[in-house]
């Protein structure tokens, strides 16, 4: 089970961080991605990280959002800095049981219910 929040309004050039804690024994062994899908769009990948910290992210989030995982927290955190109104989605967790950092929906096993984020001009 994945729970995800930290999503809220924010003006343009602010940040958020977005966490997602799971339950289990297991989870240092998952790999952990972020989506986010706005409305009349498809789930698009946003950054994943491998059960190593392997790190991966869609272009249009380098050098603005930063994925990381506290194993002893059984937590994943996104990190958004520098927002665009373009950033403004529903923001989703998911968890892979394999371990890797997949940029593919289809990948991931898990799923958590979305957190919204809003970015005001």
């Known amino acids: 089970q994945l729970q995800a929040c930290g999503g809220g309004l924010v003006q343009a050039g602010g940040s958020l961080r977005l966490s997602c804690a799971t339950s289990?024994?297991?989870?240092?062994?998952?790999?952990m991605g972020w989506f986010r899908q706005a409305p009349g769009k498809e789930r698009e990948f946003v950054a994943a990280?491998?059960?190593?910290?392997?790190?991966t992210y869609a272009d249009f989030v380098k050098g603005r959002f930063t994925i990381s995982r506290d194993n002893a927290k059984n937590t994943v955190y996104l990190q958004m800095n520098s927002l665009k109104p373009e950033d403004t989605a529903v923001y989703y967790c998911?968890?892979?049981?394999?371990?890797?950092?997949?940029?593919?929906?289809?990948?991931?096993?898990?799923w958590g219910q979305g957190t919204q984020v809003t970015v005001s001009s």
């Open positions: 990280i491998s059960w190593s910290r392997t790190r």
């Open positions: 998911a968890a892979d049981g394999g371990g890797y950092p997949r940029e593919n929906v289809r990948g991931y096993d898990y």
């Open positions: 289990g024994r297991t989870f240092s062994k998952y790999g």
